[in-house]
């Protein structure tokens, strides 16, 4: 593959002033296990995160209630103060438990608090993009969520948040939420074998709304799949890079924020953006 950056290949949603290289990074994983704690190696997790902005890398996703704090407060010992251009995305409408349980919280006190928690822990006096993460554990329940986007655009009139996404919601619950305010981007679960947004995202391409998807690569468990394999090998790539260059081609909204808490992978992860699949690896990805 040829050298890449991430500032190749951007895309700024409507209505924001925000440009998106199409690569990002996913600070999940610089939690410890299970998402909790701080992680084993601090100095590591802060050499990707470094790494990551010279890679070219414009946007971090993250969330307080990761650790809970732990990657915030890494991400701030990292990076802080913030190069110009780079983006911190952060979600709010779940508290961690004692017992690591993941709580939904969106009542309008839990949101406030969830933002000065996101605002402090960064280091921020706004946060750039903060994505309302609705109910439901295994995917969109279809509840009402304009309470909570309510709540988050009369912070938007205040200044504490520039621009507001979306994650964990379907289609309806995004027309509920564009009848309040601007959208910027949605978060969903969706990688090669998990497709149950495909008519999502290309309505919001049509919209000019950034889609993310979260678990790109698989997640807790990665893709498995002896055509991604196959692809890979004629293509002499990994089949994790294969799996990113897919969603790339996919639509232009499509950003992806594959995390990891080694140097070596966050570079195969940003050289996947030079990867270009041809008609036959498309379609026998899209077979899958």
Same mark, same amino acid.
């Given at each position: 593959?040829n050298?890449?950056s ?10 924001c002033?925000?440009?998106?290289n199409r ?8 939690a410890?296990p ?6 084993q ?6 050499a990707v ?36 251009? #780079?983006?911190?995305?952060? =979600?709010? +409408?779940?508290? $961690?438990?004692?017992?690591q @349980?993941?709580l939904? /919280?969106?009542?309008?006190q ?6 000065h928690?996101?605002l ?11 994505n ?5 554990l295994?995917?969109a329940?279809?509840?009402?969520i304009?309470?909570a986007?309510?709540? #988050?655009?009369?912070?938007? =009139?205040? +200044?504490?948040? $520039?621009?507001?996404?979306? @994650?964990?919601?379907? /289609? ?9 305010t ?31 998807p ?5 997640g807790?468990s ?9 692809v890979?090998?004629?293509?002499? /790539? ?6 990113l260059?897919?969603l790339?081609?996919?639509?232009p ?10 140097v ?16 036959a ?8």
């Open positions: 593959m050298t890449y991430p500032s190749q290949d951007q895309f700024t949603p409507a209505h002033d925000r440009h998106f690569i990002g990074y996913g600070a999940m994983q610089l410890g299970h998402v909790w704690g701080p992680p190696d601090r100095a590591a997790a802060v995160l470094r790494e990551a902005v010279e890679l070219g890398i414009n946007h971090i996703d993250t969330s307080d209630f990761y650790g809970p704090h732990a990657t915030n407060q890494i991400i701030r010992e990292a990076l802080h103060p913030y190069r110009d251009g #780079l983006t911190i995305v952060t =979600k709010i +409408g779940f508290l $961690r438990g004692a017992d @349980s993941w939904p /919280a969106a009542a309008p839990q949101l406030l608090d969830a933002v928690s996101n402090r822990n960064l280091g921020l006096d706004a946060l750039d993009v903060v309302f993460r609705a109910p439901g295994e995917g329940d279809g509840s009402s304009g309470a986007v309510e709540v #988050l655009a009369e912070l938007k =009139k205040d +200044g504490l948040v $520039r621009h507001i996404g979306l @994650s964990n919601v379907d /289609a309806g619950q995004v027309a509920e939420a564009q009848a309040i601007g959208i910027v981007c949605v978060q969903n679960h969706y990688n090669l074998v998990h497709r149950g947004d495909d008519a999502l995202i290309d309505t919001l391409a049509a919209q000019g709304i950034a889609y993310v979260f678990f790109p690569l698989g807790f990665p893709l498995q799949s002896n055509t991604l394999n196959e890979a090998a004629g293509m002499d /790539a990994k089949p994790m890079q294969v799996a260059a897919w790339l081609q996919r639509a909204n499509i950003l992806v924020i594959p995390g990891t808490s080694s070596a992978h966050l570079r195969e992860n940003v050289a996947a953006g030079a990867l270009r699949l041809d008609a690896a498309l379609q026998a990805l899209d077979a899958l």
